[in-house]
C-alpha cells in the first residue's frame, strides 16, 4: 500500500486531529507532519528526515505562510519551498503537491505586517508556486474566508457547531480529491 505523507504547519496538525489521523483514501496509508509555526525558514531538518524516513511515494506539503513578515520578500519563500519538494522529490517520492497560502486575517504575532502587505506577499508567492508546479499546486477554492475560519482569523474552522460542513472538512476533501484523482491513473 502506497504511502502519503502530510507535512507543513498547524493546518495539518489541525487536520490530523480532525480526521484521527485518517484520510480515509482508499489503499493509501497517510502519515501526518504537521507542528504549529512552522516556517521554511529556520526548518527543523530531523523533522524532514523523520517524514522522508517513511519512504512515502507521495508528500502533501503546506508551508510559507508562517514566513510571511513585513521584511520577506515572495522570491525567497518561494524558492525555500521549492527547495522542499526537490529534497522529497530526491528521496525517491514519485509526487509532490504542493497547496497555495490560504488567506488569514490575523497578524498579532507578526510585528509590523499588515493584511494588506500579507495578501500581496501571498498572492504573488501562489503565482510563482502555480507556475512551477502546475497540476501539483492545490488551491482551496470551496474555502471562504472570513467564514470558513475560526475566530483568530487565521486557523480553519472545525467546530460543526456553525455548519455542518465546515471548512476542515472543504480542506480535507480537496486534499482527498488531490490524492485519489492521482489513484485512478
Given at each position: ?92 517520492m514519485k509526487e509532490v503537491w504542493v497547496a497555495e497560502m490560504i488567506t ?49 482569523l487565521v486557523n480553519i474552522q472545525t467546530s460543526e457547531q456553525i455548519t ?22
Amino acid at each position: 500500500m502506497p504511502t502519503l505523507i502530510l507535512y507543513g504547519s498547524s493546518y495539518i496538525e489541525r487536520l490530523r486531529c480532525h480526521c484521527d489521523g485518517d484520510l480515509c483514501i482508499s489503499g493509501v496509508n497517510t502519515v501526518f507532519f504537521g507542528r504549529g509555526g512552522l516556517r521554511t525558514d529556520r526548518m527543523d531538518q530531523r523533522f524532514v528526515r523523520q517524514a522522508i524516513a517513511t519512504g512515502a511515494e507521495f508528500a502533501f506539503l503546506h508551508v510559507g505562510g508562517n514566513d510571511i513578515s513585513s521584511t520577506s520578500t515572495p522570491r525567497e519563500i518561494f524558492e525555500r519551498i521549492v527547495e522542499l519538494v526537490s529534497t522529497f522529490n530526491n528521496a525517491g517520492m514519485k509526487e509532490v503537491w504542493v497547496a497555495e497560502m490560504i488567506t488569514r486575517g490575523n497578524f498579532s504575532k507578526v510585528p509590523g505586517l499588515t493584511k494588506e502587505a500579507y495578501e500581496c506577499q501571498r498572492i504573488r508567492i501562489n503565482q510563482f508556486l502555480h507556475k512551477k508546479f502546475g497540476k501539483h499546486f492545490v488551491q482551496f477554492k470551496d474555502n471562504k474566508y472570513p467564514t470558513d475560519y475560526l475566530q483568530d482569523l487565521v486557523n480553519i474552522q472545525t467546530s460543526e457547531q456553525i455548519t455542518v460542513n465546515t471548512g476542515m472538512k472543504k480542506y480535507m476533501s480537496r486534499i482527498r480529491r488531490t490524492i485519489a484523482s492521482t489513484q485512478k491513473h
